[in-house]
Antibody
Framework: QLQLQESGPGLVKPSENLSLTCTISGDSIGSGRYYWGWTRQPPGKGLEWIGSLGYSGTTYYNPSLKSRVTISVDTSKNQFSLRLTSVTAADTSIYFC??????????????????WGKGTTVIVSS | EIVLTQSPGTLSLSPGERATLSCRTSQSVSNSYLAWYQQKPGQAPRLIMFGASSRATGIPDRFSGRGSGTDYTLTISGLEPEDFAVYYCQLYGNSPSWTFGQGTKVEI
């Protein structure tokens, strides 16, 4: 059974960089059958897509975060990671990783998030 | 950028009643690439519906989705106590990029 587990520091100082890792069990990130990505949720607010990792390492980022976000993969560890630079209090959130399952209609693929990790809370504070 | 607007913000209902949640997009959605997620307090979102009307694995048939173009609806016929939660619609596959609505809370 597929499981995703987020990990990383729970507290980050303003202006520093945030790094999180999502470890996959029950599937191989190297299979090339799925996309993988990150979504966050500020306290008491809604969901915000951060970015996703496609086939062959292609990345897609939310335009509002693109200048600060990097998503990378480590197939040897079956993990993918998020790096968010120059964080502020506005980056305080629960960060979720998720698998994206492909759906193809009229030869056009779409990727919905079918399996999620439980999330990890990151607080930005000095 | 396509904007998703969910209504109402909060839906106050009793167990056994029917819930109708709306998601309107600012532009037409290609291939009905719209999903619905359920989120309970302290939990991750859970996929309920994809392709506007296809139930995810393990989702009971009291959940149904419909819509096309810019107007989508999630209906829960006969609310069970475990259905009280926040529901988000999501556009996927456009560009590709992913966008969420602001959520509808279904409360008792």
């Amino acid at each position: 059974q597929l499981q995703l587990q987020e990990s990383g520091p729970g507290l980050v100082k303003p202006s520093e960089n945030l790094s999180l890792t999502c470890t996959i069990s029950g599937d191989s990130i190297g299979s090339g059958r799925y996309y993988w990505g990150w979504t966050r949720q500020p306290p008491g607010k809604g969901l915000e897509w951060i970015g996703s990792l496609g086939y062959s390492g292609t990345t897609y980022y939310n335009p509002s975060l693109k200048s600060r976000v990097t998503i990378s993969v480590d197939t040897s560890k079956n993990q993918f990671s998020l790096r968010l630079t120059s964080v502020t209090a506005a980056d305080t959130s629960i960060y979720f990783c998720a698998r994206h399952h492909v759906s193809i209609v009229s030869n056009s693929p779409g990727y919905y998030m079918d399996v999620w990790g439980k999330g990890t809370t990151v607080i930005v504070s000095s | 950028e396509i904007v998703l607007t969910q209504s109402p913000g909060t839906l106050s209902l009793s167990p056994g009643e029917r819930a109708t949640l709306s998601c309107r997009t600012s532009q037409s959605v290609s291939n009905s690439y719209l999903a619905w997620y359920q989120q309970k307090p302290g939990q991750a979102p859970r996929l309920i519906m994809f392709g506007a009307s296809s139930r995810a694995t393990g989702i009971p048939d009291r959940f149904s989705g419909r819509g096309s173009g810019t107007d989508y609806t999630l209906t829960i016929s006969g609310l069970e106590p475990e259905d009280f939660a926040v529901y988000y619609c999501q556009l996927y596959g456009n560009s590709p990029s992913w966008t969420f609505g602001q959520g509808t809370k279904v409360e008792i």
